[in-house]
């Protein structure tokens, strides 16, 4: 491969790092074509880019950017596939489906700013929760004690409306 060819593709391989939050290193050789067309769409249909790299590509664009990707040079080794989201959990949950055959298999994962080495860390990243779901949970527990105080006065104010206007018919 040419010079030219190879700078190009650790500049891509930087602007995706820096354009997508989060990222999966993952082991695809063991997928046939058919099992790797069935992938791509699935990634293509949940908006994930899966982009397959040369190790030292991708090392040289982990060393050309600003965040420390030092602990995942140990997982580049073999076939690496690098799938980048934007959600933190979405990659997860896609290779969830895939367990029971165990390919593609993971090798290392940047979501949330934390970084994850080894396949048995996939049920942490598929329970990790993006940011809208955080907020939307925020948002409901502080919505709860407001929607029981407004419930308790609707009912409260109707009792009482109930009761004066029983004493108002109410022959003296």
Known sequence: MKKEIKDTIITDLGSKLKEFPHFYLVDVSGLNAESTSSLRRKCFNSEIKMVVVK?????????????????????L???TAVMFCQTAN?????LKEYTKEGIPALKAAYAEESIFIGG???????????????IADVVALLQSP???VSSALQS?????????????????
């Open 55 to 75: 190790n030292n590509l991708l090392l040289k664009a982990f060393e050309a950017s600003d965040v420390d990707y030092e602990p995942l040079y140990g997982s």
């Open 77 to 79: 080794k073999g076939n």
């Open 90 to 94: 979405i990659v997860a949950k896609l």
């Open 120 to 134: 048995d860390k996939l049920e942490e990243l598929v329970a990790l929760k993006s940011k809208n779901e955080l």
């Open 146 to 148: 407001v929607k029981n």
């Open 156 to 172: 409260s104010a109707n009792k009482i409306h109930g009761l004066l206007k029983t004493l108002g018919e109410r022959p003296e």
